[in-house]
T-cell receptor, first 113, second 113 residues
Framework: SAVISQKPSRDICQRGTSLTIQCQVDSQVTMMFWYRQQPGQSLTLIATANQGSEATYESGFVIDKFPISRPNLTFSTLTVSNMSPEDSSIYLC??????????FGPGTRLTVL | DAKTTQPPSMDCAEGRAANLPCNHSTISGNEYVYWYRQIHSQGPQYIIHGLKNNETNEMASLIITEDRKSSTLILPHATLRDTAVYYCIVRPSNSNSGYALNFGKGTSLLVTP
């Protein structure tokens, strides 16, 4: 299984600012995913990030609000832009192996004041 | 993706088998059944998956009915550390095809001493 790390593990931010979350994988992977988990809720997919192409966003999520970079096969970033308290969530990245199994990072717990 | 139905919560005594059911009556022929769990404040963890045959690994067993419309995840000897939310997910393909996971509400399993 892949080992995934995320930075930061948690942050408290002010309304109107932006935060960039990093996701690092210990092996090369084609597909990376970004999820959001709001308090008391299940996970919701934000976007799929493929190396060398634009990220594909799910309904309700837009690139201006959640820009994603995928510069190589082991790294991705998700930026939460112009934050509001409604953006307070846990943000998780995941990767998929050749058997369709997904492995998740530990998550970034974001609180927006 | 086919949708799944799980009981919202279950209890299990420590040391006993935990049997978590999942209904997926609209599953398609090429869709696999995946199980994940999320321990509080951690990222989701892959447990097991299968197509139509029963599967077993070091964590659990997966029993899929012959008509594939339901399945049961079995934790043979539950421990307190198995307390988590368990998600049953069906998705196409068993390959690195980049299908995102459609998390529902899952079953909150409480293992008691």
């Amino acid at each position: 299984s892949a080992v995934i790390s995320q930075k930061p593990s948690r942050d408290i931010c002010q309304r109107g600012t932006s935060l960039t979350i990093q996701c690092q994988v210990d092996s090369q992977v084609t597909m990376m995913f970004w999820y959001r988990q709001q308090p008391g809720q299940s996970l919701t997919l934000i976007a799929t990030a493929n190396q060398g192409s634009e990220a594909t966003y799910e309904s309700g999520f837009v690139i201006d609000k959640f820009p994603i970079s995928r510069p190589n096969l082991t790294f991705s970033t998700l930026t939460v832009s112009n934050m509001s308290p409604e953006d307070s969530s846990i943000y998780l990245c995941s990767v998929e192996d050749h058997r369709g199994r997904q492995f998740f990072g530990p998550g970034t717990r974001l609180t927006v004041l | 993706d086919a949708k799944t139905t799980q009981p919202p919560s279950m209890d299990c005594a420590e040391g006993r088998a935990a049997n978590l059911p999942c209904n997926h009556s609209t599953i398609s022929g090429n869709e696999y059944v995946y199980w994940y769990r999320q321990i509080h404040s951690q990222g989701p963890q892959y447990i097991i998956h299968g197509l139509k045959n029963n599967e077993t690994n070091e964590m659990a067993s997966l029993i899929i009915t012959e008509d594939r419309k339901s399945s049961t995840l079995i934790l043979p000897h539950a421990t307190l550390r198995d307390t988590a939310v368990y998600y049953c997910i069906v998705r196409p393909s068993n390959s690195n095809s980049g299908y995102a996971l459609n998390f529902g509400k899952g079953t909150s399993l409480l293992v008691t001493p």
